[in-house]
């Protein structure tokens, strides 16, 4: 088992990597020319810039029960259809139930916004997501 992390705007890198060593499971973190990461305990991988280069990077190393840490809800079904386990940075674990709703609320809200619509932004990060997060990753690592 991998601990892949989408980092591009991911809040939880520090947490994710600190369960990684804990639990002896390697760690990648994939990130574009935009971003700089160097994290002790995992290795970065940097692909160039592009529309979605992190993301199919990212689908194309992930192994049946890889961890995938990712906000972005259709690199998330693309790992369901590898067999990985995609986590949000909130501690969601995305699954075959849930992720065609997911889908089609962001399909819904790229809608309204290009009609002109506007849509209210996330609230700001708290203590409490991280350790939903830090609690569902930490059970994914124990169960497997």
Same mark, same amino acid.
């Given at each position: /088992?991998?601990? !892949? ?8 890198? &520090?947490?994710?990597? *600190? !369960?990684?060593? @804990?639990?002896?499971?390697? +760690?990648?973190?994939? +990130?574009?020319? =935009? ?12 692909? =160039? ?11 194309? /190393? ?12 259709? !690199?998330?079904?693309? +790992? ?8 949000? *940075?909130?501690? /969601? ?20 916004? /290009? ?8 609230? @700001?990060? =708290?203590?409490? *997501? ?13 169960? &497997?």
């Amino acid at each position: /088992m991998t601990i !892949l992390i989408d980092a591009d705007g991911c809040p939880v890198v &520090n947490i994710a990597v *600190q !369960l990684a060593t @804990k639990y002896k499971k390697e +760690c990648i973190i994939l +990130c574009d020319t =935009s971003h700089t990461f160097s994290v002790e305990g995992a290795r970065t991988i940097t692909v =160039s810039k592009g529309s979605d280069s992190v993301d199919f990077a990212l689908v194309n /190393m992930v192994q049946p029960g890889d961890i995938v840490v990712t906000q972005d809800y259709g !690199l998330a079904a693309m +790992c369901l259809a590898r067999k990985g386990i995609p986590i949000s *940075q909130n501690g /969601m674990v995305y699954t075959d139930y849930n992720i065609d709703s997911l889908l089609l609320a962001r399909h819904t809200a790229k809608k309204v916004r /290009m009609s002109g619509g506007r849509l209210k932004g996330p609230t @700001k990060r =708290s203590a409490e *997501q991280d350790k939903a997060f830090e609690k569902k990753i930490e059970e994914l690592l124990v169960q &497997n």
